[in-house]
């Protein structure tokens, strides 16, 4: 048995951010991964950060990027959590440039920006587009610095509730298959995003949405789970994704004909409207004709190679690689591709789920600051801002806690290795997790994505019941104790098939068309009836769908044009 005050679980931005924030009040604050920290998916971060920092010369303020993150979300963000960060932003910038990050600088030695989508300033922080990379190394060497526990390579299996509050986790360490229960008067879910539930996406096969569902289990709500975000470029093929910063730069979108389409969608931004603008028009031109082999164009050409090497040089290697397209001699064809969840785990601005003792943050958590539509390079910003602010939020909570609930260990590990078993001693029948995650991927991507209509959303929706009937007659073959994927990806699998039936069911119950949920049935956003946030919570005989207003604050909401 092991025992802390604050157990993170996800070694993120977000989770490294939060234990280093507890660690620094002083409390006893250990972190679970089920990969090495630096392999969690916040290292492909590519474009950049955003802070409205002002400073000579600039006339960017907080206000300026909480407004454009209210219009992003398309008026379905809670203004009050989006204040709080772009009030922040700056500070948290200044302190992730003091633990090390090399920033790139403009010709005056300054923090340089770079334009993204949906911004009314430049106001992108960057480091080449390997930004995420960067953060994520100088997090994990102050993490090391802190010198506190890590539990790295275990994979947690669920959350431990009593008496209405959560009270730890019960994981695997997947070098031994030994089950452990770990203890906590606090514990923070900062397990990322659910990538995976989609087939193709930009994401690392480990972002399976395990914390929504974890959280979801013990009776946590998640928020807004319809709103799932399509990247305008991702690349043909394998789906991998090439930044906006691209964009940023100055690359352009073109259709077959070499026509720079978005002036037709969006005259003023062009290519950097937000990401569901975007990704929409895209769509609408390969659907009536105007793409290439279900693809449209990113056109770097006129960048230049100089520029393409310094600050694009990732993006160019994914193109070669995977495309074989040099993108300093010809356009690099891309579609939009499944990228981010808006929704997540609901908290409030210092992380505090509906679970007492339970926090959440990062992509797993929803504050909410994206609501219908995140704007590029507010996510990053998301993770330092609230994953500090839980973590402080965590230890308080910890600190009011006599002692951790006592709670029979022996039974929880024993509920564990029942349900492993029961998978273990299935039948072989003929079909593996891997063929029913293809599926659900597959049906996710086809119906739940950048246009959706009641029919194909319930085809998803049926589809995603019968392979969670599925799911109870698959077996795993492999009964080894060490390192043992099949299993990993079978358990993993009931977790998306979780979150996709919550995304389903959220999806269907909004009929209106705002942010990222496109309905061709309902093609206009509603505000009279659905300037709401769609809450579900995991029951009996199905998700039960509920409703939570919208919090504004000094942004009524206007007509959204880019
Ligand atoms: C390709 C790509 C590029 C992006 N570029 C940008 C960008 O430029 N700017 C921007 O703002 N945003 C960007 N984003 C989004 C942003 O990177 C993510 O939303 C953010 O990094 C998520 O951080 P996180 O800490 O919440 O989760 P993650 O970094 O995904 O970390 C999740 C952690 O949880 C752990 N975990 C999960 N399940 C379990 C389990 N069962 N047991 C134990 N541990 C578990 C994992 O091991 C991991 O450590 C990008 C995303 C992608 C995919």
């Not at 499944?338 to 003792?357: E, F, R």
């Not at 997790?433 to 009641?454: C, N, P, Q, W, Y």
Request: charged share 25%; net charge neutral.
């Amino acid at each position: 048995m092991y025992q802390h005050d604050v157990l993170v679980i996800g070694a993120g931005l977000a989770g490294m951010r939060a234990a280093i924030e507890a660690s620094r009040m002083g409390a006893d604050v250990a972190v679970i991964t089920k990969v090495h920290p630096v392999r969690s998916h916040s290292n492909a971060a590519q474009g950049g950060i955003n802070a409205a920092m002002g400073g000579e010369g600039s006339d960017d303020t907080w206000e300026l990027h909480a407004y454009d993150t209210v219009k992003g979300s398309d008026w379905l963000g809670d203004q009050d959590s989006i204040e709080v960060m772009a009030k922040e932003a700056p500070q948290d910038i200044f302190e992730l440039e003091h633990m090390g990050v090399i920033f790139a600088r403009d010709e005056f030695g300054r923090l340089a920006t770079r334009a993204f989508g949906g911004a009314s300033k430049q106001r992108t922080f960057y480091v080449g587009d390997i930004t995420g990379q960067a953060l994520l190394h100088v997090m994990y060497e102050q993490l090391l610095k802190a010198g506190m526990r890590v539990y790295e390579e275990w994979f947690v299996l669920s959350l431990i509730k009593e008496e209405g509050e959560c009270a730890g986790a019960v994981a695997m360490n997947m070098m031994t298959g030994d089950i452990e229960v770990i203890r906590a008067k606090a514990v923070i879910m900062a397990a990322g995003g659910i990538g995976r539930v989609y087939e193709p996406s930009t994401n690392g096969l480990i972002c399976t949405g395990d914390g929504m569902a974890l959280a979801y289990r013990i009776g946590a709500p998640m928020m807004d789970m319809e709103m799932v975000q399509y990247h305008p470029t991702t690349l043909k093929g394998n789906g991998a994704l090439l930044t906006e910063g691209a964009r940023g730069e100055g690359a352009y979108l073109i259709n077959k004909d070499g026509d720079r389409f978005m002036k037709k969608y969006a005259p003023n931004k062009m290519e950097l409207a937000s990401r569901d603008v975007v990704s929409r028009s895209e769509a609408i031109e390969i659907q009536e004709g105007r793409g290439v082999d279900g693809c449209v164009y990113l056109d770097c050409r006129h960048l230049g190679e100089k520029l393409i090497r310094q600050r694009l040089g990732q993006i160019a290697e994914l193109a070669l690689e995977f495309a074989n397209v040099d993108i300093v001699k010809n356009p690099v064809p891309i579609r939009p591709g499944m990228h981010y969840i808006m929704g997540g785990i609901k908290t409030n601005a210092d992380g505090a789920s509906y679970v007492p003792g339970l926090f959440a943050a990062g992509e797993c958590a929803n504050v909410s600051i994206h609501g219908g539509n995140r704007l590029g390079a507010n996510s990053l910003l998301e993770t330092v801002v609230f994953g500090r602010r839980s973590g402080k939020a965590a230890v308080e909570f910890a600190r009011s806690k006599a002692k951790p609930v006592r709670i029979s260990e022996t039974m929880l590990v024993e509920q564990q290795k029942a349900k492993i078993q029961k998978l273990m001693d299935q039948p072989y029948p003929g079909y593996t997790s891997a063929r029913v995650r293809l599926e659900m991927g597959k049906i996710m991507d086809k119906h739940v994505s950048v246009f959706r209509t009641e029919q194909g959303m319930k085809e998803a929706g049926d589809t995603i019941l019968r392979l969670m009937q599925q799911y109870h007659k698959l077996s795993v073959r492999d009964h080894g104790k060490v390192y043992n994927w099949n299993l990993f990806s079978t358990l993993e699998l009931e977790n998306m098939l979780d979150v996709a039936e919550a995304t389903c069911m959220s999806a269907l119950a909004r009929k209106e068309s705002r942010g990222a949920h496109s309905r061709l049935d309902f093609p206009d956003r509603n505000d009279k009836e659905w300037m709401k946030h769609t809450l579900v919570y995991k029951a009996e005989g199905g998700p039960k769908i509920d409703y939570l207003p919208v919090v504004i604050t000094q942004w009524p909401p206007e007509r959204r044009t880019y």
